[in-house]
């Protein structure tokens, strides 16, 4: 079946990175964009980045933007997340998506950055 496992989040300071991974399983991954979204406890779902699967094209939204990037490795069916510069209102919980039959999420992944 469809699976998305997120990988990566972790406790960071103010200005540090991490990388978040999204592993894919179960569908023709080079066929479908993925998403980025994250939330906090008690917000709505937000979206962070996407990233097309035809010609590679980009989003991000502007709290990220000049911070994050997205980018795919189809060999290895995976979505990646650099962030870098990190802020405290970064601290959300990180969910990747994928839209093919309906949508999926993976099961999320903690990013915590302290001040």
């Known amino acids: 079946q469809l699976q998305l496992v997120e990988s990566g989040g972790g406790l960071v300071e103010s200005g540090g990175s991490l990388r978040l991974s999204c592993a894919a399983s179960?569908?023709?991954?080079?066929?479908?964009?993925i998403a980025w979204f994250r939330q906090a406890p008690g917000k709505e779902r937000e979206g962070v980045s996407a990233?097309?699967?035809?010609?590679?094209?980009?989003y991000y939204a502007e709290s990220v933007k000049g911070r994050f990037t997205i980018s795919r490795d189809n060999a290895k069916n995976t979505v990646y997340l650099q962030m870098n510069s990190l802020k405290p209102e970064d601290t959300d919980v990180y969910y990747c998506?994928?839209?093919?039959?309906?949508?999926?999420w993976g099961q999320g992944t903690q990013v915590t950055v302290s001040s």
């Open positions: 179960g569908f023709t991954f080079d066929d479908y964009a």
């Open positions: 998506r994928a839209v093919v039959d309906r949508i999926y």
């Open positions: 990233i097309n699967n035809s010609d590679g094209s980009v």
